[in-house]
């Protein structure tokens, strides 16, 4: 596969290095130098210095016909716009916007962004270790609208499925 | 109209203040303390101090009922993010974002967002009026003059546009050798087709400069601006 991820934070990272384990073609994005510094040794990826929302950025990251694209950064905005360049201006296969805010990630859900919440996952891990209620949305929350002016690019997301108290408890 | 104005920077402020002074209904959000504080001193308490990206705070604001919303802080993505919401939850008939990359007009458009203003491609179409942009560009001089390295970039009028690099007809001490696509460059072979956008990297004598304009860009119009050039 040919994987794109924008973030490299400890989160984008640590995929990178395992998705280039595991043998596919790793580009991952972020502004800072620096934030290279926490893949593994052993990459052999790429990693370009650049602006994820920008789609030339995108563009010489090789977006165009990847088969996964993971939009990381700290802002949630900002992934939802790499997301989007992605999904509807490069035909990206797979992509996942990571959006903290719950409403807004329920909000681009609803638009048919497959979308993962720290927040909810987070929370919905302690609640259920003290058997109170979670916010029921599974890891990534699968698409449930048409994403405007968007073909069926995306199928159903790679989600690890099921609520994250039957895989953590 | 009730407009709803999000990001209180110059753009935001003078915006708010027009609309006041002509007469409409308008809330200003501004995330940033400070600057909510400033503007709500000089124009009256129409500030909601909040972020105008989340679903909460522009409820708040009024977002229900709002006849424009009018997405001008210095990010594009949140002036996206905020349209989005705006008409996908809120129904507003009329959203107006402003977008500093131009490259993101199409996208904003794709997405549904009524209206989309661009600093850049107003100011660039501005400079473009006074310097044709059909130029032949040079790059470097080779020897002591005698060599030239140019950059023509092809619209969709150039002659050269569909055609094969050995069918183009180049005055004699020209060649053509290089290509950049989208940003990625590649030598010209014979068999490479000519593309709108392309930035065609050609070596040459400066007296082909007319003759290779006339193939790669056009004819100019009346006097041949590249011949002044020299």
């Known amino acids: 596969m040919n994987v794109v991820i924008v973030g490299c934070g400890r989160v984008g990272a640590v995929l990178a290095g395992a998705f280039d384990d595991a043998g596919h073609r790793v580009t991952i994005i972020d502004t800072q130098t620096l934030a290279f510094d926490r893949l593994p040794s052993t990459f052999k990826g790429n990693a370009i210095r650049g602006n994820g929302t920008d789609e030339d950025v995108l563009r010489r990251a090789g977006t165009e016909g990847a088969d996964l694209f993971l939009a990381l950064t700290e802002g949630d905005n900002r992934n939802v716009m790499a997301a989007q360049v992605a999904l509807e201006e490069l035909g990206a296969t797979k992509v996942i916007a990571k959006i903290n805010d719950p409403v807004r990630a329920r909000a681009y ?9 720290r927040t909810n996952l987070i929370a919905d891990v302690v609640l259920a270790l003290f058997g109170l209620p979670t916010s029921g949305a599974p890891g990534v929350m699968a698409p449930t609208g048409q994403h405007p002016g968007g073909e069926a690019h995306h199928d159903a997301p790679p989600t690890g499925g099921g609520h994250v108290a039957t895989t953590e408890a | ?8 920077g110059k753009v935001g402020y003078y915006l708010a203040k027009e609309l006041i002074g002509a007469g409409h209904e308008v809330v200003l959000m501004e995330k940033d303390r400070a ?3 400033q503007i709500t ?4 308490s129409i500030v909601v101090a909040q972020d105008g990206c989340e679903g909460k705070y522009l409820a708040e604001a009024g977002a229900n009922r709002a006849d424009i919303v009018a997405a001008v802080t210095g990010d594009d993505e949140d002036n996206l993010v905020i349209c989005q919401m705006a008409k996908h939850h809120f129904d507003v008939p009329r959203t107006i974002a402003r977008v500093n990359n131009p490259k993101n007009e199409h996208l904003f458009k794709h997405l549904g967002v009524d209206e989309i203003i661009s600093p850049t491609r107003m100011i660039l179409g501005s400079i473009e009026q006074d310097i044709p ?3 032949l560009l040079h790059l470097a001089a080779l020897g002591h003059g005698e060599l030239e390295l140019i950059e023509a970039q092809l619209t969709a009028d150039s002659p050269a546009v569909g055609q094969v690099a050995k069918d183009l007809d180049l005055p004699d001490g020209c060649a053509i050798f290089a290509v950049i696509r989208s940003e990625v460059a590649m030598p010209i072979r014979a068999e490479t087709v000519l593309m709108e956008g392309d930035k065609v990297i050609a070596i040459g004598r400066p007296e082909c400069e007319a003759a290779l304009h006339g193939q790669l860009i056009g004819e100019a119009e009346g006097a041949s601006p590249n011949v002044e050039v020299r």
């Open chain 1, 109 to 117: 859900a609803d638009l048919g962004m497959p979308t993962l919440c």
């Open chain 2, 1 to 8: 109209m009730f407009v709803i104005v999000v990001g209180g």
């Open chain 2, 35 to 37: 600057r909510a504080a």
């Open chain 2, 41 to 44: 001193d000089e124009i009256g």
């Open chain 2, 133 to 135: 942009v059909h130029e």
